[in-house]
């Protein structure tokens, strides 16, 4: 069975840093494409990164150059490294695996809660 | 950049009902790019509905995707009481690689 959670969230103050881990059952993490996805309070779902099978990484031009999507192999496990956070980052964050079609999310963890406040 | 824009913001219906969603891309999108995704209150989405006519797995065949290019339509065909939620758009394609419409909430009248 396919499951996916999520931790490391918390409250941290603006210009602080947090880790999210996503551990990952069922499948392997380095054979498929994952991604992150957020959501701001009362609001819609917003793509974050990828990280292709291969190793590739891809950003949303609003976390580019501040967050790192990275995995570990050994864990089964991805990763979402956040620096330079900001008010607007605070969301709940979703890891997702993408299905073989590569287009679109078929597993998604439960989310974890990410709040920027001083 | 190629913008969704999910229509109408709430829908009010009653158990046993037609819903019809829509959702407009500000760009042509492909259809095998499209999909559609439910999520209920403090869960989790879940894929609905991909290359915008496929149900995908263990998805009850009372949903239905249709359309191209820039108009897409995901249609329920006899409301359950557990079909209401918030539905989403989704496409691949150009930048941002990823990008969701706005969202729909189905509400019980």
């Known amino acids: 069975e396919v499951q996916l959670v999520e931790s490391g969230g918390g409250l941290v103050q603006p210009g602080g840093s947090l880790r999210l881990s996503c551990a990952a059952s069922g499948f392997t993490v380095s054979s498929t ?7 701001a309070p009362g609001k819609g779902l917003e793509w974050v990164s990828l990280i292709y099978s291969g190793g590739g990484t891809y950003y949303a031009d609003s976390v580019k150059g501040r967050f790192t999507i990275s ?11 956040m620096n330079s956070l900001r008010a607007e980052d605070t ?6 695996r993408h299905s073989t ?12 809660q990410v709040t920027v406040s001083s | 950049e190629i913008v ?26 492909s259809s095998s790019y499209l999909a559609w995704y439910q999520q209920k ?9 991909y290359g915008a006519s496929s149900r995908a797995t263990g998805i009850p065949d009372r949903f239905s995707g249709s359309g191209a290019g ?7 065909s006899r409301l359950e009481p557990e079909d209401f939620a918030v539905y989403y758009c989704q496409q691949y394609g150009s930048s941002p690689m990823y990008s969701f419409g706005q969202g729909t909430k189905l509400e019980i009248k």
């Not at chain 1, 995995?71 to 490294?81: E, G």
């Not at chain 1, 969301?91 to 997702?96: E, K, L, N, R």
């Not at chain 2, 820039?70 to 329920?76: G, K, R, S």
């Open chain 1, 33 to 39: 494409y994952m991604t992150w996805v957020r959501q």
């Open chain 1, 71 to 81: 995995r570990d192999s050994s864990k089964n496990t991805l990763y979402l490294q």
């Open chain 1, 91 to 96: 969301a709940v964050y979703f890891c997702a």
């Open chain 1, 101 to 112: 079609r590569i287009n679109d999310f078929d597993y998604w963890g439960q989310g974890t």
């Open chain 2, 4 to 29: 969704l824009t999910q229509s109408p913001g709430t829908l009010s219906l009653s158990p046993g009902e037609r819903a019809t969603l829509s959702c407009r891309a500000s760009q042509s999108v």
């Open chain 2, 41 to 49: 209150n403090g869960q989790a989405p879940r894929l609905l509905i």
């Open chain 2, 70 to 76: 820039t108009d897409f339509t995901l249609t329920i």
